[in-house]
């Protein structure tokens, strides 16, 4: 019997040389596409945001107030759009259908909007618990296909997750 994750990514490649479609609306792709149409692409809200916590503003301007008076420790903080659809379903479709292969169009993606790259990424490592559940860490996949886009490390030893937590979707922004 075959692994779950290698079925995954037999049944995604043989769609993928079959029958080129976009991955979120399912409409044939032009030649130059790869994973999503055109518009799907342009539909990825991107408003303004703060550079240190990723909060939308209603202006472009680089903190928001919050992060002015008490700014977290990272110095930058990058962001494909805002957590609404069509970017909502891909992170979805990542995170919890097994379909890890989105890493490196989600990280080609990423890469565009970054301008200065860490030296060093450091993916959120799962509890043992979630890995099981999930059966990959999204993390630690996204991290190694950013680093090969930006020509960057990774090192997926330097944090532990030391215990399990609450699922982050069912959290609220108070508790996070």
Known sequence: MMPKNTTAWLSHTCRKLLFRHCSLCQLPLEPNDDY??????????SP???QRCGTTTLNSEQYCGHCLTTP?????????????PPLQQLVSQFKFGKKFWLAKPLAKQLAKQITVPAPLLLPVPLHRWRYWQRGFNQS???ALALARELNTQV??????????T??????????T
Do not use: M, N
């Not at 999503?36 to 809200?45: D, E, G, I, V």
């Not at 977290?72 to 609404?84: I, K, M, T, V």
């Not at 090192?155 to 215990?163: A, E, M, Q, S």
């Open 72 to 84: 977290p420790p990272w110095q930058r903080l990058y962001r494909l759009g805002e957590y609404q």
């Open 36 to 45: 999503w149409c055109h518009y799907c692409l342009s539909q990825f809200p």
């Open 166 to 175: 609450e699922a982050q979707k069912s959290l609220t922004k108070k508790t």
């Open 155 to 164: 090192d997926h030893k330097i944090l532990v997750r030391t215990r399990h």
């Open 140 to 142: 630690h996949y996204l």
């Open 48 to 50: 303004p945001y703060c």
